[in-house]
C-alpha cells in the first residue's frame, strides 16, 4: 500500500500511517467503549440504588409486610415499626406547602413574564434563582429562630398549643424554600407561549389581564402543573430545614398544630442512633418509600413535560 | 360602556393583585438574607476562619476544620463525578441512537429527583457498612452522585449546540473521533460544562442531610479521606439546635461563609454562562 | 445513455470512480456514477440544488457515511486502491476538504488552525518545522501577507472569505493529494469569492481539486473539468470548454441556460 504513494509527502505522517490500522482506528473504539460503559455504569447506579434499598428494607419488609405502610405505631424499644405517621407528616407538610405557595409563584411568574420590564425581569429572575440555591440547613437555621416565634405567637392568639414547632411551622418554611423553584419554572413557561398568539388576542381589544387569563394560563396549564409537581417532589425530599422545626415527634399527628416527624425527618434523626439491625432496616425501607413516592411525583410531572414537547 | 368599564377595572385589580401577592414572598426571602448578615458577620473574626470549635462554655472558637471539610468532600466529589459525568454526556450526545440514550437521560433525571437524604442511606450502606467506620470518602460518594445528573445534561447539551461543521472540519483533517472529541468538542463547550459543573458544586456544597451518617463531623482537623470530616453544613446544623448561645452564635457565621461559597459559586457560574451567551467566542 | 455522455479524460486520473451508489436509509442520492477525476487538474462538480452534488464530493473522503442511516456501495479508487475498504482516518489524510461556510476551530489562534491536522493528532513537531509548514501553507492560500503579524490571534477574529483561506491553509498544511471544496464561496461576498477562485487556480499546480459549484460562471471560470449531476446521476462529464459549448445532454444544455435556476 505504501509502495504506490508518491515520494516527497507529508514526512510527518510516515510513522502514522505505517502502524496503519491497528495504532489510529482501535482508540476510537476504545474510547465510544468507555463512555458507553460510563452510561450504562449511570444506569446501573439508578437500579444499584432502588435494589439497595429494597435490600436493606428486607429484614423488616420480611417482619413487618405490607402492615408498615399503616402501621400508627413507631417504638425502637420494643421493635414495633409502623411508617404511617411519618407518611401522614411528609404529605401534610408537603401539600399544605404547595398550597400556600401556588398563588404566590403563579403570580410572581405572571408578574416576571408578562408585567415586570424585562431589564428588571432579567435581573430579578437570576436573583429569585439564587435564592433557590441557598442550603436547606439554612433555612432551617432562620425558621428556628425567627419563624418559630411568629407562629408561636400566632398559635397563642389563636388558642392552639404554643409550640412554635410541628406541623405549621414546617410547612411554611417548605413553602418558602419551593417557591423560587416554582416561580422560575411558571415564568419560564409563561414565556414560551407564542406572541402571535397574545397578539391576536390583543388585536380583538382583550385586556392585559384578560390575555393572561384566556391565553397565557390556559396555554402554559401542563407546564405549570408539571412544575408545581417538581416542586412538590422537592417539598417531599426535603430533610434538614423540616428536621429543625418539625418537633420530630413519632407519634400520629392529632390535629394540623401538632407536632410530628417526616420520612425524611425520622432518618435524619434516628439513622445514625439505631443500633438495631431491626430499626435501621426499618429506617432504610422508609428510605425506599421516600424514593419511590418522590420518583412517582417526579415522573408524572416528566410525562407531562414529554407531552408537552411533542406538542 | 359599562361592560368596558368593568373590564378595565378587573383588569386593574388583577394587576394590583398580581404585584401584591408577587412581592410578597420577597419579605421572608430578604429577611433571611438579613438575618445571615446581621448575626452572622458579627461572629466573623480571622479566629473564626482558622480555629477549631470549643467545648461548650467556652468563648472563642472557630469552623476551620469544617471550611477544609467541605472543600475537600467538594474536591473528593468533583474528582469522582466530573469525568464520568462529562464522558457520560459525550455518549447522550456523540453517540447514543435510539433507545438506550433515551434510558441513560431518564436515569439521569431520575437520579437528579432522588431526595439526598436516600443518597446518604445509599452511601451509607455502600462505603460505611463495609469499612466499619465513617469518612469523607463515603460523604464524597453521595455528593458526587448528586452532581452527576446535573454534569451529564449539562454537557450533552453544550456538546449539542456545538455546530456539525466543527466536527467534520476536525474529521476531515484525518482526525479520529476520540481526538476530536477530546481536542475539539470539549475545549469549544468549556465554558458551558464548566458552568454545569460549577452549578452542581454550588447545589453538593450546602448538602447536609447526605453528610449526617457518612462523613458524619469530626472535632479536628483532617485531610486523610478515610476519616469521618466535619463540614460547614453539618456545623451549622449541630450547632443550630444545641442550648449553648456561643455554639448558636457559631452556627450563624458557619451560615455566612457557607451561604457565601455557595451564592459565590452560583454567581461565578452566571458570569461564565452570560459571557458564553453574548461575550465568548 | 451516462457512457456516451462521459468522455476519459486525457490525463492520468488520480480517483476512478466505478458504479457508485450512495444512500440516506433507503432513497439513494447518487445513482450509479462511473467517472475519473484527473491528476493535478481542476474538477468542477455542477448541477442544480439537491442533485447529489455534496453527497457525491463526501463520499470522496467518507465523510457522507458520518450522517446517521448513510450507506455507500460500489468503489472508489484512490491510486488504484479503493478507499471505501481503507481506514476512513488515513482517506481523509489524504484527502482533504473546504466546507461552504468557513470554520476555523474556535478556541485555537491563526497559527494552531492551521496546525491542527497535526496537533489535533497529538504528532509533535520541532519549532522550525512548525513555523515552516505554517507559512507555506499560509503562502499557499494567499493569506500569509495579511496575517503574519497577529498569528497569535483567535481565527474567528478574521472576516468571513479570510477564514475561508485560513480553513483552506489548514487543510494544505497535511499536504493532501486532493483537496475537495463543497461550495466553498457560497458564503462569501464578491470580493472574496474572487480571491478564492484565484487561489483555486494557482493550487492546481500542487493538488488535484474537485469543487462543487451550483454557479455555472465559477465553474466556467476555474475548472478544466466539469461533471453535471442532475437528480442523482452524472449526466456528462468533459473538459469544462467542449462542455460549456457543445454540451451532448440537453439537460446540461438546459441547465447552462438557466433552465433549472
Known amino acids: 500500500m505504501r509502495g504506490r504513494r508518491p515520494k516527497g509527502l507529508a514526512s510527518p505522517f510516515r510513522p502514522l500511517v505505517k502502524e496503519g490500522v491497528m495504532r489510529i482506528r482501535d482508540p476510537d473504539r476504545v474510547f465510544r467503549f468507555v463512555c458507553w460503559g460510563l452510561a450504562v455504569g449511570l444506569v446501573a447506579l439508578v437500579v444499584g440504588i432502588g435494589l439497595t434499598l429494597l435490600a436493606g428494607s428486607l429484614p423488616s419488609l420480611k417482619t413487618f409486610g405490607l402492615k408498615f405502610l399503616w402501621g400508627r405505631v413507631w417504638d425502637p424499644v420494643n421493635e414495633e415499626f409502623g411508617a404511617l405517621p411519618f407518611v401522614v407528616g411528609t404529605l401534610v407538610t408537603s401539600v399544605l406547602a404547595l398550597l400556600i405557595t401556588i398563588p404566590f409563584a403563579l403570580s410572581s411568574g405572571i408578574f416576571l413574564a ?8 432579567g435581573p430579578l429572575s437570576s436573583l429569585v434563582e439564587l435564592l433557590a440555591g441557598i442550603p436547606s440547613v439554612i433555612y432551617g437555621l432562620w425558621a428556628l429562630f425567627y419563624l418559630v416565634p411568629l407562629v408561636r405567637w400566632f398559635e397563642m392568639k389563636v388558642g392552639a398549643p404554643p409550640f412554635g414547632l410541628g406541623l405549621p411551622t414546617a410547612s411554611l418554611v417548605l413553602a418558602i424554600m419551593i417557591l423560587p423553584y416554582a416561580a422560575s419554572i411558571t415564568r419560564e413557561v409563561l414565556r414560551m407561549v407564542p406572541h402571535e398568539l397574545k397578539e391576536a388576542a390583543y388585536g380583538l381589544g382583550a385586556t392585559k389581564w384578560e390575555v393572561i387569563r384566556r391565553v397565557c394560563l390556559p396555554y402554559g396549564l401542563s ?42 425527618s425520622v432518618i435524619a434523626n434516628e439513622f445514625t442512633e439505631a443500633s438495631r439491625d431491626l430499626h435501621l432496616s426499618a429506617l432504610i425501607e422508609i428510605g425506599l418509600l421516600l424514593f419511590l413516592i418522590t420518583l412517582i411525583v417526579n415522573t408524572v410531572a416528566r410525562i407531562i413535560i414529554v407531552r408537552l414537547e411533542v406538542k | 360602556m359599562k361592560g368596558l368599564f368593568w373590564r378595565k377595572l378587573k383588569d386593574r385589580l388583577a394587576f394590583f393583585l398580581i404585584l401584591i401577592l408577587a412581592l410578597l414572598p420577597a419579605l421572608p426571602l430578604i429577611h433571611i438574607l438579613y438575618g445571615i448578615l446581621k448575626q452572622g458577620l458579627a461572629s466573623l473574626s480571622w479566629e473564626f476562619f482558622v480555629h477549631l470549635s470549643r467545648p461548650p462554655g467556652e468563648e472563642g472558637g472557630g469552623v476551620g476544620n469544617a471550611i477544609l471539610g467541605t472543600v475537600m468532600l467538594a474536591v473528593l466529589a468533583s474528582l469522582m463525578a466530573v469525568p464520568v459525568g462529562v464522558l457520560c454526556g459525550v455518549y447522550l450526545s456523540e453517540y447514543a441512537r435510539g433507545k438506550f440514550g433515551e434510558v441513560v437521560r431518564i436515569s439521569a433525571d431520575v437520579l437528579q429527583g432522588v431526595p439526598s437524604i436516600v443518597l446518604g442511606i445509599v452511601a451509607y450502606l455502600w462505603v460505611v457498612k463495609p469499612m466499619g467506620h465513617f469518612s469523607a470518602l463515603s460523604g464524597a460518594v453521595a455528593l458526587a452522585i448528586m452532581m452527576l445528573p446535573v454534569i451529564v445534561r449539562s454537557t450533552e447539551e453544550i456538546l449539542k449546540m456545538i455546530p456539525e461543521t466543527l466536527r467534520e472540519a476536525s474529521l476531515a483533517l484525518g482526525v479520529n473521533y476520540w481526538r476530536t472529541v477530546l481536542k475539539v468538542l470539549i475545549p469549544t463547550g468549556l465554558v458551558g460544562i464548566s458552568t454545569g459543573i460549577l452549578l452542581s458544586l454550588a447545589r453538593i456544597m450546602g448538602e447536609t442531610a447526605p453528610l449526617l451518617f457518612t462523613a458524619f463531623g469530626n472535632p479536628f482537623w483532617n485531610l486523610n479521606p478515610l476519616q469521618p470530616v466535619e463540614a460547614l453544613p453539618l456545623t451549622v446544623f449541630k450547632y443550630a439546635i444545641s442550648p449553648y448561645e456561643e455554639w448558636i452564635r457559631q452556627a450563624w457565621g458557619a451560615s455566612v461563609v457557607l451561604t457565601l461559597m455557595v451564592l459565590g459559586l452560583n454567581l461565578f457560574s452566571r458570569f461564565l454562562a452570560w459571557r458564553l451567551g453574548g461575550h465568548g467566542r | 445513455m451516462a457512457a456516451e455522455t462521459v468522455v476519459e479524460p486525457r490525463e492520468p486520473a488520480i480517483f476512478d470512480i466505478r458504479d457508485l451508489w ?11 456514477v462511473t467517472l475519473k477525476i484527473p491528476e493535478k487538474r481542476v474538477t468542477a462538480i455542477m448541477g442544480p440544488s439537491g442533485c447529489g452534488k455534496t453527497t457525491f464530493i463526501r463520499c470522496l473522503n467518507r465523510l457522507h457515511e458520518l450522517t446517521p442511516g448513510a450507506r ?3 468503489e472508489i479508487l484512490l491510486r488504484g486502491e479503493n478507499i471505501l475498504e481503507m481506514d476512513p482516518v488515513l482517506v481523509r489524510r489524504r484527502v482533504g476538504m473546504v466546507f461552504q461556510r468557513p470554520n476555523p476551530f474556535p478556541t485555537m489562534t491563526i497559527y494552531d488552525n492551521v496546525l491542527a491536522g497535526y496537533k489535533l493528532l497529538g504528532i509533535k513537531l520541532r519549532r522550525e518545522e512548525a513555523d515552516r509548514i505554517v507559512e507555506e501553507a499560509l503562502r499557499k492560500a494567499a493569506l500569509w501577507d495579511e496575517v503574519k503579524d497577529s498569528l497569535h490571534k483567535r481565527g474567528t477574529y478574521l472576516s468571513g472569505g479570510q477564514q475561508q483561506r485560513l480553513c483552506i491553509a489548514r487543510a494544505l ?3 493532501p493529494e486532493v483537496l475537495l471544496m463543497d461550495e466553498p464561496t457560497s458564503a462569501l461576498d464578491p470580493k472574496s469569492t474572487a480571491k478564492i477562485e484565484e487561489l483555486v487556480v494557482e493550487l492546481k499546480q500542487s493538488v488535484t481539486i474537485v469543487i462543487v459549484t451550483h454557479n455555472i460562471a465559477q465553474a466556467g471560470r476555474v475548472s478544466d473539468y466539469t461533471a453535471f449531476f442532475y437528480l442523482g446521476e452524472l449526466v456528462e462529464f468533459g473538459p469544462t470548454s467542449h462542455l460549456f459549448t457543445v454540451p451532448r445532454d440537453k439537460r446540461t444544455e438546459e441547465f447552462l441556460k438557466g433552465k433549472f435556476g
Open chain 3, 173 to 175: 498544511a497535511v499536504k
Open chain 3, 22 to 32: 450512495a444512500y440516506y436509509g433507503e432513497k439513494p442520492a447518487i445513482r450509479s
Open chain 1, 114 to 121: 408578562e408585567y415586570a420590564p424585562p431589564k428588571i425581569a
Open chain 3, 72 to 74: 455507500v456501495q460500489g
Open chain 1, 223 to 264: 407546564g405549570i402543573v408539571a412544575g408545581f409537581l417538581l416542586s412538590l417532589g422537592r417539598a417531599l425530599g426535603e430533610t434538614m430545614a423540616v428536621t429543625m422545626v418539625i418537633g420530630n415527634r413519632s407519634e400520629m399527628p392529632q390535629s394540623p398544630w401538632d407536632l410530628a416527624n417526616t420520612m425524611a
